[in-house]
């Protein structure tokens, strides 16, 4: 099986930071892209950030100049530094990945996991 398992949110204050980690594991021959989503109450999950395993990395444009995606490809992990969080930033944030199985080359799964709470109040 693969799981994602995602960690470092929390409750922060505007203007203030958080560094999410997700890093994937079980039977992984390889990962392509990897990426960030997150869902606030009410509303519908979208895209914060994605890198890809070509290197190019985007990012949604409520996100930019605040938020980086990095990624650890020897540890199957992926990385979400924010800065300069608001309240509008408060989400559920999920990891994604698709996943080439060891038993399964050729295909990518996309995996998802659990999802950490992010919360920015003053």
């Known amino acids: 099986q693969v799981q994602l398992v995602e960690s470092g949110g929390g409750l922060v204050q505007p203007g203030g930071s958080l560094r999410l980690s997700c890093a994937a594991s079980?039977?992984?021959?390889?990962?392509?892209?990897m990426g960030w989503y997150r869902q606030a109450p009410g509303k519908q999950r979208e895209l914060v950030a994605v890198?890809?395993?070509?290197?190019?990395?985007n990012y949604a444009d409520s996100v930019k100049g605040r938020f980086t995606i990095s990624r650890d490809n020897a540890k199957n992990t992926v990385y979400l530094q924010m800065d300069s969080l608001k309240p509008e930033d408060t989400a559920v944030y999920y990891c994604n990945a698709e996943v080439e199985r060891v038993f399964l080359r050729g295909r990518f799964v996309a995996y998802w996991g659990q999802g950490t709470q992010v919360t920015v109040s003053s």
């Open positions: 890198f890809r395993s070509g290197g190019s990395v």
């Open positions: 079980g039977s992984i021959f390889g990962v392509k892209d």
